[in-house]
């Protein structure tokens, strides 16, 4: 297994270039199975795990892929297999991207269920609902979902969330562009990763009205066509760079960014003392001499994101003062609290919300990545720790972070990436 090794108390400095955005990727890469005319070719693709398992995924699925220096190509026009099997979906709870378009493409599909994780119970009923609203049947059997489009295609309806989901909003969303007839999805979730959804399928030629908003309206096509595409930027790596340099005193441009799709997070470094300037592409952030205690609480976009919650519990170490960080998207997101702990961080837990006393001289030892945002947390508290901080299973890091040594090491940063046994 890899470690990353951080040598703690370099100030980060200079300008870093945002990695394309992983949870977009996935489900365009899943949009691809939607139709079998044409090849499509999908640049800014992050080199990371979770994108090669799931290229695996449309492989065993029949599609036909390549991917070199960011860019995928896919054509799905040889897709044969209607299973999704346990072996691929249990390694990336996201495989579940691909039952609304197989459900939508060939009226059936076999997804196996996905299993828990690592921050508490993460369950896919909106996204059985969803396909439910648009006429399939779904049974669960020997640990699968097995889902019939009733007259072998679905037919639109009205899909009304009863809380904000990325994933059920972009399933519900690749169904749809294929049933018959119009569909409305109520309480969609807004995020941009969604946003960019809508617009790829748009550009395969789906009709969606509504997109970044909250209230969709799909007419189903008859058939839709492949396209080229150039993926957004990912705006959890960009933050978390921002974060990495807040915590070190230092003083970085993150270029290939759209700083609106940021708002609320770079309101909050703000409110948190550091000064951010942005052009149209870009973020420069610079850090005060002391950071302040900041508040935030993670919700629905344009909220703070939840998947930025982590890292900003490790800057609050380095702030004067109490900060409460609140998680109202998964209450048990809190596994890398004990991990911070042993560095020296004084975190408390109170049900959904981490109280956090700073500042706290943090120094380094050897701490374990649980998750993907967790683990991020844990380099940005090895980057300011006194000493050595070793981050072991930085497979989870690798999920989601394309690179993420090279690109720390580039703004001076001092990490390697070591092999390790983990049973010694
Ligand atoms: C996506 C992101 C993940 C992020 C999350 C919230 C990807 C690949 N992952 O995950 O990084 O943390 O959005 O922004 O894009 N829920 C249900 N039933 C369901 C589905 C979800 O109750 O069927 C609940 C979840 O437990 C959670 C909330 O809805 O409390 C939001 O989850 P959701 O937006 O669906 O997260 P994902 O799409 O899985």
């Known amino acids: 297994m890899d470690k990353l090794v951080i040598k703690g108390g370099r100030r980060l400095s200079g300008s870093i270039t945002a990695s394309g955005s992983k949870n977009t990727s996935l489900p365009i890469i899943a949009a691809t199975l939607l139709t079998g005319d044409g090849a499509f070719t999908l640049h800014h693709i992050p080199d990371l795990k979770d994108i090669m398992t799931f290229t695996q995924l449309l492989h065993h699925l029949g599609a036909e892929t390549t991917f070199k220096g960011n860019t995928l190509h896919v054509s799905s026009g040889n897709v044969e297999s209607l299973q999704a099997p346990y072996e691929l979906v249990k390694k990336m709870r996201a495989s579940i991207y691909v039952l609304g378009p197989m459900l939508a493409r060939f009226g059936h599909a076999r997804v196996s269920l996905p299993g828990g994780c690592a921050f508490g119970p993460r369950p896919i009923d909106l996204h059985l609902m969803a396909m439910e609203k648009l006429g399939a049947t779904i049974t669960i059997q020997t640990g699968f979902i097995e889902a019939r489009a009733k007259g072998g295609k679905l037919r639109g309806g009205h899909i009304d969330f009863p809380i904000s989901s990325v994933g059920a909003t972009g399933n519900a969303l690749m169904a749809a562009v294929l049933a018959k007839g119009t569909t409305t999805i109520s309480n969609a979730a807004a995020e941009p990763e969604i946003e960019t959804l809508c617009k790829f399928l748009v550009a395969m030629g789906a009709t969606i009205r509504g997109t970044g908003t909250t209230e969709l309206e799909i007419d189903g096509s008859n058939s839709l066509k492949a396209i080229e595409f ?5 705006r959890i790596e960009a933050g978390t760079l921002l974060a990495a340099a807040a915590i070190t005193g ?9 700083p609106e799709q940021m708002k609320n997070v770079l ?5 948190a003392g550091c000064s951010i300037e942005t052009t149209k592409n870009s973020i420069t952030l610079k850090s005060p001499d002391k950071l302040i205690a900041t508040d935030v609480t993670a919700k629905p976009y344009p909220a703070f994101p939840t998947d930025m919650q982590a890292q900003w519990i490790a800057l609050m170490t380095q702030a004067d003062g109490t900060s ?3 998680d109202k998207v998964y209450h048990e997101r809190f596994n890398h609290i004990p991990e911070l702990n042993r560095l020296g961080a004084q975190i408390e837990i109170h049900k959904n919300q981490a109280i956090v006393h700073g500042p706290q001289r943090l120094s380094g030892t050897k701490v374990m990545s649980t998750d993907l945002r967790a683990s991020a947390s844990l380099v940005l508290a090895g980057l300011v720790a006194e000493g050595t901080t070793e981050v072991l299973r930085v497979y989870h890091l690798d999920r989601g972070y394309e690179k993420i040594e090279t690109k720390l090491n580039s703004l001076g940063a001092d990490i390697i990436r070591e092999k390790y046994n983990e049973f010694e």
Do not use: A, P, S, W
């Not at 230092?250 to 759209?258: F, L």
């Not at 309101?267 to 409110?271: D, E």
């Open 230 to 234: 150039y993926n957004v930027f990912d």
């Open 250 to 258: 230092g003083e970085i441009t993150v270029n290939g960014v759209e």
């Open 267 to 271: 309101k909050k470094f703000i409110h």
């Open 324 to 326: 409460h960080i609140t």
